[in-house]
Each structure stands twice: as structure tokens, then as C-alpha cells.
């Protein structure tokens, strides 16, 4: 039996996605092997890494001056990644609403001159704070956010004003959750595993003119955006089957109506959570309402021992990973595209029954 799964990441994958997978595991349409024994360089799998771009491209409408690369190293390595090809100056402003913010922030301090322009932790992260007029560094090389916050549940609604430096992303936890203008972007990135496939991908859509050889020294080859966009992702071996089923994904994405209707259909679907958490009597949501996110929602009742009870009842009824963040305590519920409306329905009716219950 197939359980709700509200991790925040690796997280609930489509059903139909699974199956597929299942059916092609030990032939892979006719070749006699699974995607996981197959060369990289065989034709095969090449038409498999061709079609997942294509059909990324698709979905996000991605400029042709953009490269898209898939990467492994998770979202972490990245933090690192950019400031190694992207600090010529090396200077970075940095927004840090959250602790994957913060990690990147601290990384890129190893490289060069990270500034820390805008910071939310004074309210436990619990806002996006107003980026229409930041002091960006005249030199900066680019401008660093996380969009969505996973541990959070905070979203950028809009786009930092840069003033004209490029602006970098991390959209792990928001990934093709909604429609996007990738020209706003210099480069974005994300770990697949909370809204795309299997961990161990990071696809990262990059600005051409961002793609240069002119890197800090003792960048490590792999390190490099210009060896893997010269070898279109083939320079080693790729996290091979994770982007086959990312393949699968952004093929079930389409399905669904592309982003449009993704944004909609997860509108609706936060909308049953968040609506309940501000009528509710126990529960309440602990961010603030207009920087909500649309795929991480965190909440609590005030007390640490209900949580606890409430956790534990509902992993017993079938809704699962609801434990928050160990720097947030209380629960988080994380309703990603995959995530079907029934999951989140269910979970309120359960939550309501939870608070007439420990009135
Ligand atoms: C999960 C997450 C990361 C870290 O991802 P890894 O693949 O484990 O390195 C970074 N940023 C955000 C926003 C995340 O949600």
C-alpha cells in the first residue's frame, strides 16, 4: 500500500512515473537491459538524455543562449560550483533566508568576498525581506537567492531587484512548480529529489556568456560548466538512470498541461492546507502569509509534546514525514506537484479530527 508522503526530499514521485519505470526495469523497450546497465554513449541512452532536455526546454521555455547541464553532487556542490566559474571579481551578494542560503553564503566566503546583502534570520527565517532596492555591490558578480524555501516554507513572489547583475537561483524545492521567465536568470539551479526525480541529479540552466574558461585557479575539472556544456552533459558518466526518470517526469509534466496548469493545480491544493491553518483553533502556520510557499508548509500547535503526538498518529493513518525541520520543530508538510489534492484533503480532515480530539 502506497502511503501520503510529505517529505520535504527525496520526496513523492508520480505513480504513473513509478509504474513506467517498473514495466522498462529489466527491458528497456527492447534492448534487453534496464536503463541502469546501459552504455551512456549508446544511442539508446542518448536519445533518452536529447529527449529530457528537449522536453525541459519545452516546459520552461528555455532561451536557446542557455545551456542546460545535468550535473550530480546534489544542490550542495553547486554552492561551491558557482562561485568557482562565476566570481571573476570575486565578489557575491548573497540574500540568506535560510539555511541552504546560509550554506551557500558560507561557501562561497572560501572563493572571494561574499557579501551578505539581505538576511531574514532575525525572525527564524519566517519572511522574504523586501529586495527591491539592496545595496548590490558595484563589482558584484552576481546576486545570489534561494527561491523557495524548503526548511521554511518561504517563497520569493518576486525577484530581487539585481541592478543589473546577474541574478542565480537555487530552486531545488520549487522546480517546475510553476511557470518561470528563465531570462531573469543568469543561472539556475536545483537537486532533483524534491520535485523532479531520484537524488543524485542536479540540473543546472545556464547563461551562455556565464559559461567561460575563465575560472578560479584550482577549479577542479569536473568543477567546470565549460567542460560539461562543451560535452552536453556527456563529458564522464551521468547520474544516468536518475535522469531517465527525470525524462519520465517532465513527460508527465506535459501531460498535466506543462507549468500553467501545474501553478494552478498547486495553488488549489496549498490553498486547502493554508485555509485551514488560519481558521484552525490548534494548529497555525508559521510563516508570514504573503511570502507562503505554494510547496513547503510548515505549522505547529504551540506545544512540543502535541506535535510529537500529532506526528505519530498521523504517520499511523497513512500520512507520513510530517516531522518539521529539527531548526523549526513542529510539522511541515511538503505537497510537491507530485503530491495528488486527495493527499492534502485528507490530511485537513485528519488534522480537523486531530484538534476536535485535543480540545
Ligand atoms: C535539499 C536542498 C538543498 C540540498 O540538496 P542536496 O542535493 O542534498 O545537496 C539545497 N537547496 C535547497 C533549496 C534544498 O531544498
Redesign the pocket.
Known amino acids: 500500500m502506497r502511503v501520503y508522503n510529505f517529505s520535504a526530499?527525496p520526496a513523492v514521485l508520480p505513480e504513473e512515473v513509478l509504474k513506467e519505470a517498473a514495466d522498462e526495469m529489466l527491458d528497456y523497450q527492447g534492448s534487453g537491459m534496464s536503463v541502469m546497465e546501459m552504455s551512456h554513449r549508446s544511442k539508446t541512452y542518448d536519445k533518452i538524455i536529447k529527449d529530457a532536455e528537449a522536453d525541459l526546454r519545452d516546459l520552461m521555455n528555455i532561451p536557446d543562449n542557455y545551456k542546460v547541464l545535468f550535473l550530480q553532487g546534489?544542490?550542495?556542490s553547486q554552492f561551491a560550483m558557482i562561485p568557482m566559474n562565476l566570481m571573476k571579481n570575486k565578489v557575491a551578494d548573497y540574500i540568506v533566508t535560510g539555511q541552504?542560503a546560509k550554506k551557500a553564503y558560507q561557501e562561497a566566503s572560501i572563493y572571494g568576498k561574499a557579501n551578505k546583502i539581505a538576511s531574514s534570520e532575525d525572525a527564524t527565517f519566517s519572511y522574504i525581506p523586501d529586495c527591491s532596492d539592496l545595496p548590490i555591490s558595484e563589482d558584484a558578480d552576481y546576486v545570489y537567492i534561494?527561491e523557495?524555501n524548503?526548511i521554511y516554507g518561504t517563497k520569493f513572489k518576486t525577484l530581487p531587484n539585481t541592478k543589473g547583475k546577474p541574478l542565480v537561483a537555487?530552486v531545488?524545492?520549487c522546480f517546475l512548480s510553476e511557470p518561470v521567465d528563465v531570462t531573469k536568470y543568469g543561472l539556475i539551479y536545483g537537486?532533483v529529489?524534491?520535485n523532479i526525480g531520484p537524488?543524485g541529479v542536479?540540473i543546472v540552466i545556464i547563461r551562455e556568456d556565464l559559461i567561460t574558461e575563465d575560472v578560479l585557479p584550482g577549479t577542479p575539472t569536473m568543477f567546470k560548466y565549460k567542460i560539461h556544456a562543451d560535452n552536453e552533459s556527456l563529458y564522464n558518466t551521468p547520474p544516468a538512470y536518475g535522469i531517465y526518470i527525470c525524462g519520465k517526469v517532465f513527460k508527465w509534466l506535459k501531460k498535466q498541461g506543462g507549468l500553467a496548469a501545474m501553478k494552478e493545480y498547486n495553488e488549489k491544493k496549498a490553498a486547502v492546507l493554508y485555509d485551514f491553518l488560519d481558521e484552525s483553533s490548534l494548529f497555525k502556520g508559521t510563516v508570514r502569509k504573503e511570502d507562503r510557499s505554494l510547496m513547503n508548509v510548515p505549522f505547529v500547535t504551540g506545544n512540543e509534546e502535541l506535535d510529537a503526538k500529532f506526528v505519530k498518529e498521523a504517520a499511523a493513518a497513512g500520512f507520513v514525514n510530517l516531522k518539521g525541520h529539527r531548526s523549526v520543530g513542529g510539522m511541515r508538510a511538503s505537497i510537491y506537484n507530485a503530491m495528488p489534492i486527495e493527499g492534502v484533503e485528507k490530511l485537513v480532515a485528519f488534522m480537523k479530527e486531530f484538534e476536535k480530539n485535543n480540545a
Open positions: 526530499g546534489g544542490a550542495s541552504w534561494c523557495n524548503t537555487d531545488s524545492s537537486g529529489q524534491k537524488a542536479v
